[in-house]
């Protein structure tokens, strides 16, 4: 922790000799503690639960619409969410363009959260109606995760409402069941702008497709280490993967998927020795679009053998599939990454151990790529709706999402001069700092040897 003088408190840090107190420790210890405020800077011993975006801009929302702070599509968003709080957030938009916006709250690694609770988002014009809303629930496991819920503001010949330019309101909302967590969840909020198509394009939804349970990949386990979080999400391709989860964590990966590809993927949870009691909804895994909207969850029990869970099968990627009435198949509506997070239910650290258990992933993705939509302008961040080489690269090598940045497609995703201000502090500001440490280390250094041969 940082202290008075510009100390610096806490596990990790070792006091190398006697040092005296002056002006060049002072601003070694200014510099520590301004390193450790930085935004996505968690202190030693206090690990974070969920990899906010590094250029995430810090905002509060407005406890109503006249006080509300303007949102700009391309851009990631760090603020916070009280129990019971309702939050007003503002976007001014054009008459083209569909806006998707999501809300990821995260609760504390010891929160105590119920089956009902969970985040709710809402797009509302200036009259108060309704474009869109969605929730995220915690639901039977009652273990406390990020979750993540998703609304949008669309363009298109279906489109009745909320088809003007002018003012519109993200309204984040947490539900709450009595007797849980009454801490603040922080959040984070990501907008994403997708251009309309040049021509008028189907608004027929799929009526068929390949719904056979897919046959998982088989082969030899191949190791990696996944993210907390949709920002340094590891890459992956199709294959056998594996990877170590402890109770209470919550690992994430993304896989990307082009136009008229299905992906599939299911999670194995290794034996464990000792224990002989049942925890329901141990291993929950979840599977996230491009703009992070759930698509179908899974999850298994578990009683210390070796357990499987798998998503139902998808549709394939169509523009047309947002038309459709089925919330898992309107879903996967464009191409892009895709996101697969997997959560242990930390009931099971007090039935079978606190140690990480064996995680084996299987992943698949069938069909060849398609042509997509024929869009008019570019998706804000850019290439967000589509798999370009360097993502294919990227899955190959097992790349984590670019400087940990908003996870987008090839990118950061970071928008607007906003944005620029975060990587300043958070990027070239924190190395800039280092190296000043290190700078401020090394004249002590010469000043006490100096010193010594004075003497």
């Given amino acids: ?43 030693a011993g206090t690990p974070s639960p969920y990899a906010f975006a590094d250029d995430a801009v810090p905002v509060d929302g407005a406890k109503n619409t006249m006080g509300s702070v303007r949102l700009t599509p391309g851009s990631t968003y760090r603020s916070s969410l009280p129990r019971g709080g ?38 509302q014009d200036t009259n108060g109606n309704n474009c869109d ?28 409402r909320c088809k003007v330019a002018g003012t519109y309101y993200v309204v984040v909302e947490r539900n ?26 189907s608004t027929t939804p799929p009526e068929s497709w390949n719904s056979a349970s897919p046959t998982p990949p088989s082969g030899t386990r191949k190791e990696c280490r996944g993210g907390t979080g949709f920002n340094d999400a590891r890459a992956l391709r199709a294959g056998v993967w594996g990877d170590r989860i402890e109770p209470g964590q919550t690992l994430f990966y993304r896989v990307p998927v082009d136009w008229g590809q299905q992906i599939s993927a299911g999670a194995e949870l290794g034996s464990a020795s000792g224990g002989d009691e049942y925890v329901t909804s141990a291993l929950v895994m979840s599977l996230s679009n491009p703009v992070r909207a759930r698509i179908d969850d899974a999850d298994t029990a578990y009683d210390g053998r070796q357990k499987t869970t798998a998503l139902e099968p998808l ?3 169509a523009y047309e599939n947002r038309y459709s009435p089925i919330d898992g198949v309107a879903a996967t509506r464009f191409a892009g990454w895709y996101y697969l997070s ?35 302008g570019t998706a804000r961040p850019a ?7 360097q993502d294919k690269e990227a899955a190959v090598r097992g790349e984590t999402a670019a400087g940990g ?20 502090a958070g990027g070239f500001g924190a190395g800039s700092l280092l190296l000043a440490i290190l700078g401020v280390w090394t004249l002590i250094g010469r000043r006490r040897a100096a010193g010594g041969s004075a003497t």
């Fill in 1 to 43: 922790m940082c202290g008075r003088d510009g100390w610096v408190f806490g596990e990790g840090w070792h006091v190398m000799g006697r040092l005296r107190r002056g002006r060049a420790m002072s601003a070694v210890g200014a510099a520590l503690c301004a390193v450790m405020a930085l935004p996505g800077q968690a202190a």
């Fill in 86 to 123: 309702k939050l007003y957030y503002q976007l001014q938009l054009d008459a083209r363009e569909t806006v998707h916006v999501s809300a990821t709250a995260v609760p504390g690694l010891d929160a105590d959260v119920a089956y009902g609770d969970g985040v709710e988002v809402s797009l």
């Fill in 133 to 160: 809303s969605g929730d995220a629930r915690f639901g039977t496991s009652q273990s406390p995760r990020p979750i993540t819920a998703w609304a949008a503001r669309e363009v298109g010949p279906a489109e009745n």
């Fill in 176 to 201: 709450s069941d009595p007797g849980s967590s009454t801490e603040t969840w922080d959040t984070e909020l990501r907008v994403v702008s997708e251009p309309g198509v040049a021509k008028t394009a």
């Fill in 315 to 317: 549709a394939p990627v």
């Fill in 342 to 376: 997997v959560h242990l239910n930390p009931q099971v650290a007090r039935e079978f151990g606190e140690g990480p258990l064996d995680l084996t992933l299987r992943v698949n993705v069938d069909g060849a790529a398609k042509a997509g939509p024929a869009y008019v």
């Fill in 383 to 389: 290439d967000q709706f589509s798999v370009t080489g």
């Fill in 405 to 424: 940045g908003s996870g987008g497609s090839g990118g950061s995703g970071s928008g607007g001069t906003d944005g620029m201000k975060l990587v300043a």
